[in-house]
């Protein structure tokens, strides 16, 4: 909600954002509400009184990484110049990776110390995988005249900018830098720009991109011995990127139904 507010969105899915219908003072008023409400919920809930205090500085750390990652978009905004993608990259791990780190941990911490400790290194290389997918869906979500928001009127740090001004030249290149610069040249359109996106198929490397990071997401989980966990974790990608199939999940339960198909046979 935060991040809406200072990036200036006035759509978010499809719906005008709390801050556009509502006002920013009642914006702010109801993320603060829904942080306290959280921390309410990690106090009152069940766990152990152990637990529960891990669970409070996992969610404390995830907020405050959340912040400094944000926060370093502000930082470049004050004195905008032009970004390579794995320094964009980076801002996307940095800004929301954590709340997808944080939401995994405290169930992996309600489920008990020791289940936390056997999947702690796995959940943060499945979280920043699938942060960074996420924000490149963004962007290219975010590409022509349906785009819920326009990164380039925004002069937000994009991953597609980036990339189409590593592979621009000559006077496409200065056009690409002046946006960075947030000082754009009367013909570096909305448009003009995009034009020049899909001219130097930087789509088409966001692309790859967002199916590498997907994939890593599900290779971060081949050490998973818990296949209930495995299974939920890869219909998460699923869900989120709206893939009907995501690839070894199939071919895993195949495998396993087979054997016990052999089994049976063998015992008859």
Not at 9 to 27: F, I, N, Q, S, W
Not at 40 to 66: D, F, N, P, T
Not at 222 to 243: A, T, Y
Request: net charge negative; hydrophobic share 40%; with cysteine.
């Amino acid at each position: 909600m935060f991040p809406q507010i200072e990036d200036g969105d006035a759509m978010r899915y499809g719906e005008k954002t709390l801050h556009e219908e509502y006002g920013v003072p009642e914006a702010l008023n109801v993320g603060d509400l829904l942080i306290g409400e959280g921390y309410r919920l990690i106090g009152s809930c069940k766990a152990a009184a152990e637990q529960k205090a891990e669970m409070l500085l996992v969610a404390s750390q995830g907020q405050r990484q959340l912040c400094r990652g944000q926060g370093a978009e502000l930082c470049w905004a004050r004195q905008p110049a032009p970004l390579g993608s794995l320094q964009v990259l980076d801002i996307f791990r940095q800004k929301t990776a954590p709340a997808f780190e944080v939401a995994l941990r405290l169930g992996a911490l309600y489920a008990g110390t020791g289940q936390h400790e056997e999947v702690s290194d796995m959940l943060r290389a499945y979280s920043e995988a699938l942060g960074i997918a996420y924000q490149i869906r963004d962007d290219l979500t975010d590409l022509g005249a349906k785009g819920e928001t326009n990164d380039i009127a925004g002069l937000r740090p994009s991953l597609l900018l980036a990339v189409a001004h590593e592979k621009a030249q000559g006077e496409t290149k200065k056009l690409l830098e002046s946006v960075w610069r947030r000082t754009p040249q009367p013909e570096a359109t909305a448009h003009r720009v995009e034009s020049l996106y899909f001219e130097l198929k930087a789509d088409e490397r966001a692309r790859t991109l967002l199916e590498t990071y997907k994939e890593e997401a599900i290779r971060s989980l081949r050490g998973v011995e818990n296949p209930n966990l495995k299974g939920l974790l890869r219909r998460v990608i699923g869900k989120i990127f709206n893939d009907t199939e995501i690839r070894g999940w199939c071919n895993e339960f195949e495998a396993k139904n087979l054997a016990g198909r052999g089994a049976l046979v063998a015992a008859s």
